[in-house]
T-cell receptor, first 114, second 122 residues
Framework: KQEVTQIPAALSVPEGENLVLNCSFTDSAIYNLQWFRQDPGKGLTSLLL?????REQTSGRLNASLDKSSGRSTLYIAASQPGDSATYLCAVRESNFGNEKLTFGTGTRLTIIP | GAVVSQHPSWVICKSGTSVKIECRSL??????MFWYRQFPKQSLMLMATSNEGSKATYEQGVEKDKFLINHASLTLSTLTVTSAHPEDSSFYIC??????????????????FGNGTRLTVT
């Protein structure tokens, strides 16, 4: 059974700093990994999607890496801003064709201090 | 970008009543929609997968007779919580994967999520 862990559960950093969020998963046979942002009481916004054959994806100030063999992914946020405050979730999709189930981590609640 | 609309955003109902939640894909055709539940301070748990025109596939432990899913068109899926009880109070979120034009399978497309529905059963 796939298990996804995100550490730390909460993180506070001053505005302007770079930061890294971590995601680990127990079964390396994944199809892809996706990072999401969730604002309080809201749904999820997809940030980056990394296919299993890829090592990283970048979008603006965000960079996500994937090391499938070790079961790890990181989300790097550069020059953090107060608007980045949210809960960040990673989710992995299993490898079986037609099985689109996503297994989510419990998230990291990020607070950027102005 | 792709937009998924979920309605209502919040609902309060009395124990024993039924509640219907709608999930619409506004600018793409969603062949597959997913329903998730999120309890406070917990992550999202997949409840069921619905494919347009066919029966939904429920995850282990989810009662299909209690959580009725209908995916009658390529732009609308509904989740009905029947005979709701206080323990059904949760945040329900739908997501959709769209058809990609040009022949590629949609399996590589990212999921797009609705804004969720906060259900409170009193």
């Amino acid at each position: 059974k796939q298990e996804v862990t995100q550490i730390p559960a909460a993180l506070s950093v001053p505005e302007g700093e770079n930061l890294v969020l971590n995601c680990s998963f127990t079964d390396s046979a994944i199809y892809n990994l996706q990072w999401f942002r969730q604002d309080p009481g809201k749904g999820l916004t997809s940030l980056l999607l990394i296919q299993s054959s890829q090592r990283e994806q970048t979008s603006g100030r965000l960079n996500a890496s994937l090391d499938k063999s070790s079961g790890r992914s990181t989300l790097y946020i550069a020059a953090s801003q107060p608007g980045d405050s949210a809960t960040y979730l990673c989710a992995v999709r299993e490898s079986n064709f037609g099985n689109e189930k996503l297994t989510f981590g419990t998230g990291t609640r990020l607070t950027i201090i102005p | 970008g792709a937009v998924v609309s979920q309605h209502p955003s919040w609902v309060i109902c009395k124990s024993g009543t039924s509640v219907k939640i709608e999930c619409r894909s506004l600018d793409f055709q969603a062949t597959t929609m997913f329903w998730y539940r999120q309890f406070p301070k917990q992550s999202l748990m997949l409840m069921a997968t619905s494919n347009e025109g066919s029966k939904a596939t429920y995850e282990q432990g989810v009662e299909k007779d209690k959580f009725l899913i209908n995916h009658a068109s390529l732009t609308l899926s509904t989740l009905t919580v029947t005979s709701a009880h206080p323990e059904d109070s949760s945040f329900y979120i739908c997501s959709a994967r769209g058809l990609r034009l040009g022949g590629d399978s949609s399996y590589n497309s990212p999921l797009h999520f609705g804004n969720g529905t906060r259900l409170t059963v009193t």
